[in-house]
């Protein structure tokens, strides 16, 4: 009898230290393909900013941030992907695409008004071999100028914005609010 709990425990042990190398290693692949996209992204924006300025940066956000991302996405090995999602989005394909994304994000944004602070990233295991990590996306002065309300966004940039996203729900934005996340999806 007593061998065999111990037998339990050592197998429990052994499952969990398996599980907790597993997310680890999860975690690293997440983390590098988060920073690509996120690093690809921001560069262009903020290189685009400072030599042309906001109104013709947020045409090309328009023209290229999809084809950045499917270009980024192009480079990952098998079995990942990431994008950005967000509940108050202006391309419509950035709304998360299904409950459990919907459910990550209000957790998250729950927690930036209660001033929590946030984990760095978050693994979800949906099954035995896909994974889900998410990456917080949180609002900068930088933001502002195209996600701001109608007194600190950039009128002229903002006017193409609405031109092109009609529909668009991405403004309202102080410094600090909780914007939306990256997704990066693993398939083992
Ligand atoms: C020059 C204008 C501009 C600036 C500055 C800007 N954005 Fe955006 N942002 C856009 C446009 C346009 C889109 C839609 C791009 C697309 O079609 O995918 C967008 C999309 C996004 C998305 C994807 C989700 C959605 O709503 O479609 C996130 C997340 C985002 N922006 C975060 C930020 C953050 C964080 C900053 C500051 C570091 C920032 N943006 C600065 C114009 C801008």
Not at 17 to 25: I, P, T, V
Not at 123 to 132: A, L, P, T
Request: hydrophobic share 35%; charged share 35%.
């Amino acid at each position: 009898m007593k061998k065999r709990i111990i037998g339990v425990i050592v197998l429990l042990a052994v499952s969990l230290s398996l599980q907790a190398n597993d997310n680890k290693e999860i975690k690293m692949e997440a983390k590098k393909a988060i920073m690509k996209l996120g690093k690809t992204l921001k560069g262009e924006v903020v290189k685009h900013m400072k030599t042309q300025g906001a109104q013709s940066t947020a045409y090309f956000c328009y023209k290229s941030a999809t084809k950045l991302t499917e270009k980024v996405n192009s480079t990952y090995p098998k079995g990942i992907s990431v994008k950005r999602i967000s509940l108050k989005n202006r391309n419509k394909d950035n709304y998360p695409a299904s409950k459990d994304e919907i459910e990550m994000l209000k957790k998250l944004e729950q927690k930036v008004k209660n001033k929590e602070k946030l984990p760095k990233l978050i693994v979800e295991k949906i099954s035995s071999n896909h994974y889900k990590v998410y990456k917080p996306i949180l609002v900068g002065k930088k933001c502002i100028v195209c996600h701001g309300d109608a007194k600190h966004r950039n009128k002229k940039a903002y006017k193409i914005i609405k031109e092109k996203y009609p529909n668009d729900k991405a403004i309202g934005y102080k410094v600090g609010d909780f914007r939306g996340a990256f997704v990066a999806d693993i398939v083992k």
